[in-house]
């Protein structure tokens, strides 16, 4: 499927259709013809079909913002598996504007013009396509399905990765659900860990809102968060070595969150097993591990 615009256009190849479940149409329709392309009346879902079919989507313009968000998931709001799904790539020949590949778990996003940040739940990997930039979603390389070559600084070694690139990502292993481990070397942007149901991520800096948001399972460990840390969590574990801004764990079904500030859940004193945890993942002293407390809905 081949598209040209003659103006950036967000939510393109988005599977969420940026969040219909929120706005039932008022923001976009699944059947609205795109805005501002050329010679063609493609509606969005056309360009979802497509990937969905293991089609590519060739885009010829700047793209906007949330281009192939959840790309490869079959979202169960529109009847599907909740599952990851295999899709096409998605081409562009020119530049992309902010949260590229977020959520994307399938798939592959290629292209020649620049990306801002911050992007998605993707990585830098080796090109197939000449002139273009190739990137693949982080979860899907957890989950052993990639052989592409990681790009350095970033470091794929056994199970880990290591995100060393100082680039702001947002979703960071949405949906992961493989022992595996994401050490990121610096900040994080918003929604880190995502819907994960296993694994293991540290953000050695700063997370943005909704951190922990829908966790499903899995240690996330950050430095200072915003707001909604561990919002609507079912299971796992999120320690919070900072401060949070606010709201932390609102709407909380389950899970665990340590952390030493003040929220409205009920609290207790962490056991000796949960102070020896503390002191392994975070390297610090036992007095230090002592002054967390343990966050249970």
């Known amino acids: 499927m081949f598209l040209e615009l003659s103006r950036p256009v967000d939510c393109l190849c988005d599977f969420t259709y940026d969040f219909y479940w929120q706005h039932k149409g008022e923001r976009l329709s699944p059947s609205g013809i795109i805005p501002h392309q050329l ?108 052989k592409d070559e990681i790009l350095p600084p970033n470091v794929l070694r056994g199970d880990d990765l290591f995100l060393k690139d100082g680039i702001i990502r947002d979703t960071i292993a949405a949906r992961l659900d493989a022992d595996k481990t994401v050490i990121v070397e610096g900040d994080a942007g918003m929604s880190t860990g995502i819907l994960m149901k296993r694994g293991f991520v540290r953000v050695d800096g700063d997370a943005g809102m909704n951190t922990g948001v829908l966790q499903r399972g899995g240690i996330l460990i950050v430095g200072n968060v915003g707001e909604f840390a561990g919002a609507y969590m079912k299971d796992g574990t999120l320690i919070i070595a900072g401060k949070a801004k606010g709201y932390v764990g609102a709407n909380m079904k389950g899970g665990t969150i340590f952390y030493k500030g003040e929220t409205m859940l009920p609290a207790r004193a962490p056991d000796e097993s949960n102070i020896k945890m503390l002191v392994r993942l975070l390297d610090i002293s036992k007095v230090e591990a002592m002054m967390f407390r343990k966050f249970l809905r």
């Open 39 to 146: 010679g063609t009346s493609y509606t969005y879902e056309d360009l979802i079909s497509c990937l969905k079919r293991e089609e590519d989507v060739h885009i010829k313009g700047n793209v906007g913002k949330r281009l192939g968000s959840s790309l490869g998931v079959d979202l169960k709001f529109f009847g599907g598996t909740g599952l990851p799904q295999k899709a096409g790539a998605i081409i562009v020949d020119g530049d992309i504007d902010t949260r590229m590949g977020i959520s994307m778990v399938k798939g592959s996003i290629y292209v020649n013009g620049n990306v801002k940040q911050p992007i998605g739940n993707v990585v830098e990997v080796k090109s197939d396509r000449a002139g273009y930039r190739k990137f693949r979603s982080v979860t899907n390389l957890l989950h052993g399905g990639l």
